[in-house]
């Protein structure tokens, strides 16, 4: 596993999808992308999208992602998005009452339980206590993220998937 924190913007895509039976149809799909402002999120998808879709396609929402870490799975297999809710229990010093503090979190995996797991992982390391407030899948259908292009890829895109 392995962590990046970013500004997240959620982004939904319409275009007319091929279905397996053969016929198009029209579909909004969710994904995400890291950028700087929502001009920066709507380049960004639309570049990365355009390798992906054949034809004519329109960006129909941008809103900043709730969760500003990701947690990215090295397993092919984990090919869904979840949405995690953690809460961390500190004690307030003046009244020594516990206090939680719910911060959000994407997480890779292959169905409910391999996201909790994969959760338990990242924290193992953290010394901090929390609770699992909520897992729930998204609709999210992939992560894009920003790489900088470096001296020996002159001649790529500056971003790459």
């Known amino acids: 596993m392995r962590s990046r924190t970013e500004q997240w913007f959620e982004t939904k895509v319409r275009y007319d999808k091929t279905m397996e039976d053969g016929q198009q149809k029209k579909v909004i799909e969710n994904y995400v992308v890291d950028a ?4 920066e999120a709507e380049e960004r998808i639309t570049e990365e999208m355009s390798v992906y879709i054949s034809g004519e396609f329109d960006v129909k929402a941008i809103s900043p992602a709730s969760y500003h870490e ?11 998005w979840y949405k995690t809710k953690l809460q961390f229990i500190t004690m307030d010093e003046k009244t020594e009452k516990e206090k939680r503090s719910s911060v959000y979190y994407l997480v890779q995996a292959d169905s409910l339980n391999t996201a909790v ?18 897992i729930n899948e998204t609709q999210i259908m992939d992560v894009f993220e920003h790489k900088l292009k470096t001296a020996q890829q002159d001649d790529k895109p500056e971003y790459e998937q």
């Open 36 to 39: 700087l402002s929502f001009a």
């Open 117 to 134: 797991k994969n959760v338990e992982k990242v924290m193992t390391g953290t010394m901090i206590s929390y609770v699992i407030a909520s």
């Open 70 to 80: 990701i947690f990215f799975s090295e397993n092919a297999n984990d090919d869904r």
